[in-house]
């Protein structure tokens, strides 16, 4: 891969920043880096289930109790699948997916008067930049597929 970027005349990163970034540490730290939130909230969401249903509850997503195992589930399929590296696009989608929906039902800024319209923009801000860097990781690990072969 190297060789067809310094043929493309993109050889304008040190060398030493190049081979930390091709590294399988470096690979694996940005995925986990990156799903830290989701896998996390996760983790969180089964130590206090009660505590999940009701906060599913209080934005009317009936019946709670299976949808807050479906949002543990969502998180924690979609947070695997990238850090195991197995079905990577799968899990960007569905994390993804995930992010749209949170906007859509518990972020509608665009329903709100201030100061939770700014508050919830600023969250749902986050979630937009959040799905973009899984299109890069997506990206990412499709052109680590290809360099491998």
Known sequence: ??????????????????????????????????????????????????????????LRIEPAKPMAVLLIVTLLVGSLTILLDRWLWLGCGILSGFLVVAIVLAHPFWTMQDPDRTLHFRVAVEHISLIGGFM??????????????
Do not use: H, Y
């Not at 130590?47 to 509850?57: H, I, K, M, R």
């Not at 890069?136 to 072969?149: E, F, N, S, V």
């Open 1 to 58: 891969m190297s060789e067809r970027l310094r043929a493309m005349g993109r050889n304008d990163m040190p060398r030493v920043i190049a081979n930390i970034l091709d590294s399988g540490a470096c690979w694996f730290v940005a995925r986990l880096v990156l799903t830290f939130v989701f896998w996390g909230a996760a983790l969180g969401k089964i130590a206090d289930f009660p505590g999940s249903v009701a906060e599913l509850a209080a």
């Open 136 to 149: 890069a990781l997506a990206i990412a690990g499709r052109l680590r597929d290809l360099r491998r072969g």
